[in-house]
């Protein structure tokens, strides 16, 4: 068994559109000591969204008639419902204060991700989208720091998701490069040799799970931690590994 160490890095300046992420965040691995082999970076979804300029101010948003009526449903903005239907496949529940929609990025979350907290601190009515493409934007990340470091790493962008018939958020992986996203473990024997039928194992979330420790949920500044030991399959993935096909999907 190893040791798993959960290393904050710190130092990283309030991200804005336009920064150079990856420097930044080479600068920070450079100060907790440089990479090692196996090593998996896992950074925030809003520092990567910031420095993409994922911004929407919503004083700039008309919102639609079916923005308007879901927003009656739930009791949100109209404008802040525009949004997270721009960013969704479909509406799966709605209720008061609460709207869960189909990303399109293909995963169920609560409103599309969409956020308020951490965003605007000039006092403008401003929210951020999830990235783009997270798992170019972790494969770009990637890139970077092994051109900088000469090794290898994992890189995971991590988001705080609920989850359905339990109360509280956990960190997920919505985007990842260098290590797999779910682990088949079918045919692994266990301690008493039975052979495993039916375990497949979401590695990247348990990752960002452990990571999320350390980024917090709300003024705890530390937007990217390296995570030290964790052991996976040798093969890059993708975040659309954790997207349950929906013939398969017990809960649609």
Not at 54 to 81: G, N
Not at 104 to 130: K, T, Y
Not at 186 to 207: K, M
């Amino acid at each position: 068994m190893n040791d798993i160490r959960l290393i904050p890095l710190t130092g990283l300046p309030l991200i804005q559109p336009g920064d150079d992420l990856p420097r930044l965040l080479g600068d920070a691995v450079e100060r907790a000591g440089g990479l090692q082999r196996g090593d998996v970076l896992v950074l925030a979804q809003k520092i990567v969204s910031k420095a993409e300029g994922r911004y929407v101010d919503l004083d700039t948003v008309t919102p639609s008639d079916h923005a308007r009526a879901v927003a009656l449903q739930c009791d949100k903005d109209p404008r802040l419902i525009e949004v997270i239907l721009s960013e969704s496949e479909a509406v799966m529940r709605v209720r008061p204060g609460l709207i869960i929609t189909r990303h399109r990025l293909g995963f169920v979350c609560a409103n599309a991700g969409v956020d308020r907290s951490n965003v605007a601190p000039d006092g403008i009515d401003r929210v951020l989208r999830l990235p783009e493409d997270p798992d170019r934007s972790a494969q770009q990340i990637r890139a970077a720091l092994c051109g900088r470091f000469g090794v290898d790493p994992g890189v995971i962008i991590a988001d705080s998701h609920g989850r359905p018939h339990r109360l509280g958020t956990v960190g997920v992986a919505i985007g990842l490069s260098g290590l797999p996203g779910v682990e088949d473990w079918r045919g692994r024997r266990d301690l008493f040799g039975y052979t495993l039928q039916h375990t497949e194992v979401g590695t990247a979330d348990q990752i960002a799970a452990a990571a999320t420790l350390l980024l917090g949920q709300a003024a705890e500044a530390i937007p990217a931690v390296l995570v030290r030991g964790a052991i996976f399959e040798a093969r890059d993935g993708t975040a659309r590994e954790f997207n349950r096909p929906r013939e398969l999907d017990l809960f649609p």
